[in-house]
C-alpha cells in the first residue's frame, strides 16, 4: 500500500505511556510510583532514580465502513478518481497504518475484528466478494452493536436526508462508541461548475433535469450545501465524533495523514476532537 507507507513514514507513531513490552524512556521516579518501577542499573550512573517507562501496547478495535452506494460513483472533469475510488483507496490504506501500530480493525458488517498481518488482505477480499451486497451499496452504514470505547471510521459523501443520517449515526454511538466522519466528495460537488443549458442525471435512481442556465443555481446551491453540512457536522458534534471533509482532487495522503494524527491525539477511547467542516448536500451527476 504505497499511499500507506508514504503516510507511515511521515508519521512518529503514536506512543503513550501504559503497561506493555516495548520500553519507551526512561524519566525520573516520583513519589507516587511503586517501588519496583525503579531501574537500579540507570538509577546507578546518577544520584537520581529513574524508572522505565513502556508503551501502552492494548489494542483497539476500529471498525471500518466505505460508502460503495451507487451516488459515489460520480467523477466530475475536476478530479481524476471518482469518489468511490478514493473511499476505498482511504478505507485500505487506514487500515493497513492501524494494523501496524497494532490495532484490531475489522469491516463494519462484514468482518471480524483482527490484527493479524493479513488483516488488510483479508478486509479488501471481503469488500470485493461483497460489492453489490446491502451492507456496501447502501447509502447509510449498517446498524450494529459494537463494543464500548472501540472506533468507528466512516467514508461516504453523506449526502442522504439529514434525518437518516442523524438516526443512524446515533444508533452506532449508542454503545458509547467514538468515531469520525469523513465526507468524500468531488469537487464539482463544491462548486457547481456548470454553466448554459446542462442536464443532471441522478445516480441512485433515474431522474433528469434540465437547467437552461445552470450558472443561475450556483448560488441557491451553494447555501443548501452548506446548511446541510453543517447539520451534519453538528451531529457529529453532539455525538462527540470528528467530521473531516476530503475532496477527490486532493491527494489521499492528506486526509489519511490527518486521521492517523487525530487517531493518535485522542486519547485512549479515540474521543477526537471536532474538525471545522466546509460544506455538503444532495446532489447529483451532471453532464453538460
Known amino acids: 500500500m504505497r499511499i500507506a507507507v508514504t503516510v507511515a513514514h511521515g508519521i512518529h507513531g503514536r506512543r503513550r505511556a501504559g503497561p506493555g513490552e516495548t520500553f519507551w524512556q526512561f524519566r525520573q521516579f516520583q ?48 478530479s481524476n478518481v471518482a469518489k468511490r475510488e478514493r473511499a476505498l483507496v482511504l478505507t485500505l490504506a487506514l487500515a493497513e497504518l492501524l494494523v501496524r501500530g497494532g490495532e484490531r480493525i475489522a469491516l463494519l458488517g462484514l468482518t471480524r475484528p483482527s490484527a493479524s498481518r493479513n488483516a488488510t488482505t483479508k478486509l479488501a477480499e471481503a469488500i470485493t466478494s461483497n460489492i453489490g451486497s446491502p451492507v456496501l451499496d447502501a447509502s447509510l452504514p449498517p446498524t450494529e452493536r459494537l463494543s464500548r470505547f472501540s472506533g468507528i471510521v466512516l467514508f461516504s459523501d453523506f449526502l442522504e436526508p439529514v434525518d437518516s443520517i442523524g438516526e443512524r449515526l446515533k444508533a452506532l454511538a449508542s454503545s458509547g462508541v467514538s468515531g469520525h ?48 453540512r453543517a447539520a451534519i457536522e453538528n451531529i457529529a458534534s453532539r455525538l462527540g465524533w470528528s467530521f473531516l471533509v476530503h ?24 474521543r477526537w476532537n471536532t474538525a471545522s467542516g466546509h460544506a455538503a448536500a444532495r446532489s447529483t451527476g451532471a453532464s453538460p
Open 31 to 78: 513519589s507516587s510510583d511503586a517501588a519496583t518501577l525503579i531501574d537500579w542499573r540507570r538509577s546507578a550512573s546518577s544520584d537520581l532514580l529513574f524508572v522505565r517507562e513502556r508503551e501502552w501496547e492494548a489494542a483497539h478495535t476500529i471498525w471500518l465502513w466505505p460508502d460503495l452506494s451507487a451516488s459515489m460513483r460520480f467523477k466530475s472533469h475536476l
Open 247 to 270: 475532496h477527490t482532487d486532493r491527494p489521499a495522503a492528506e486526509a489519511l495523514l490527518t486521521m492517523i494524527m487525530r487517531l493518535g491525539s485522542g486519547g485512549q477511547d479515540y
Open 181 to 228: 466522519l469523513v465526507q468524500v466528495l468531488d469537487p464539482a460537488e463544491e462548486t457547481l461548475p456548470y454553466a448554459g443549458r446542462t442536464e443532471f442525471v441522478g445516480l441512485e435512481d433515474d431522474a433528469r433535469w434540465i437547467a437552461d442556465r445552470a450558472e443561475s443555481l450556483r448560488g441557491a446551491y451553494s447555501q443548501a450545501l452548506r446548511l446541510h
